[in-house]
T-cell receptor, first 113, second 112 residues
Framework: DVKVTQSSRYLVKRTGEKVFLECVQDMDHENMFWYRQDPGLGLRLIYFSYDVKMKEKGDIPEGYSVSREKKERFSLILESASTNQTSMYLC????????????FGSGTRLTVV | QKEVEQNSGPLSVPEGAIASLNCTYSDRVSQSFFWYRQYSGKSPELIMSIYSNGDKEDGRFTAQLNKASQYVSLLIRDSQPSDSATYLCAGGPRQAGTALIFGKGTTLSVSS
C-alpha cells in the first residue's frame, strides 16, 4: 500500500514563528498536494507539485510556500504563522495524471497561539 | 470557476437502508471522479473511483456517473452504523499538472 507520512499529528506554534510541515510518500508518485481543511469550508488547495522542484499555486497560497527538492518529500512552510492558519493540514500524493485519486496522509492539526 | 457541489446533510438513514449521496460538478473537462469517506478527526480514505458513464459496484457501494447531466452519486446498500462519516466527492481532468476539486462533503448518520 502507498504510504503518505506527515511528520507531526499535532503541532502548537506561536504567532510569528516559521513552521515546517513535512510530507513523505514511498511509492514514487509524481504529484503531491497540500490542502487545509476547515469546518464548513471543505478541503482547500494550498499548493501542489507535479515534479521535483516544480510547484503550482492552489486556491489559497497566501502566507505559505513549499519546497520539493526530492521526489518523495513535499514540505509546506508557513513563513510567519498567524492564528488564522490554525487548521488541519492534509498532504496527498498520486501518480501522474488523476486516474487513481489521491492517497492522503493522516493530517497535521496545527494550532497557532 | 470549477465547482463540485454536495448537499452538506446530515443525511440520516436507519440501519439496513440504502443511503444515496449526490454530487454535481460544473465543468465538462473533468473525467475522473472519486468518493472519499472521512471519519471525524481522520483523513479522507478513497472508497470508489469512476471514469465512465453508468454504474460501478464494489461490495455494498455503487458509484454512478452521468456526464451529460454532470452528476455523480454514491449508493450505500445495507447501511451500517460504521458507515456514519462525511463523504467527499471529487473530480478532475485526467492530465498532468492538475488537481482534484473537492466538494464540501455530505455527513451521513446511520442509526441502529
Amino acid at each position: 500500500d502507498v504510504k503518505v507520512t506527515q511528520s507531526s499529528r499535532y503541532l502548537v506554534k506561536r504567532t510569528g514563528e516559521k513552521v515546517f510541515l513535512e510530507c513523505v510518500q514511498d511509492m514514487d508518485h509524481e504529484n503531491m498536494f497540500w490542502y487545509r481543511q476547515d469546518p464548513g469550508l471543505g478541503l482547500r488547495l494550498i499548493y501542489f507539485s507535479y515534479d521535483v522542484k516544480m510547484k503550482e499555486k492552489g486556491d489559497i497560497p497566501e502566507g505559505y510556500s513549499v519546497s520539493r527538492e526530492k521526489k518523495e518529500r513535499f514540505s509546506l512552510i508557513l513563513e510567519s504563522a498567524s492564528t488564522n492558519q490554525t487548521s488541519m493540514y492534509l498532504c496527498a500524493s498520486t501518480p501522474q495524471g488523476l486516474l487513481y485519486g489521491y492517497t492522503f496522509g493522516s493530517g497535521t492539526r496545527l494550532t497557532v497561539v | 470557476q470549477k465547482e463540485v457541489e454536495q448537499n452538506s446533510g446530515p443525511l440520516s438513514v436507519p440501519e439496513g437502508a440504502i443511503a444515496s449521496l449526490n454530487c454535481t460538478y460544473s465543468d465538462r473537462v473533468s473525467q475522473s471522479f472519486f468518493w472519499y469517506r472521512q471519519y471525524s478527526g481522520k483523513s479522507p480514505e478513497l472508497i470508489m473511483s469512476i471514469y465512465s458513464n453508468g454504474d460501478k459496484e464494489d461490495g455494498r457501494f455503487t458509484a454512478q456517473l452521468n456526464k451529460a447531466s454532470q452528476y455523480v452519486s454514491l449508493l450505500i446498500r445495507d447501511s451500517q452504523p460504521s458507515d456514519s462519516a462525511t463523504y467527499l466527492c471529487a473530480g478532475g481532468p485526467r492530465q498532468a499538472g492538475t488537481a482534484l476539486i473537492f466538494g464540501k462533503g455530505t455527513t451521513l448518520s446511520v442509526s441502529s
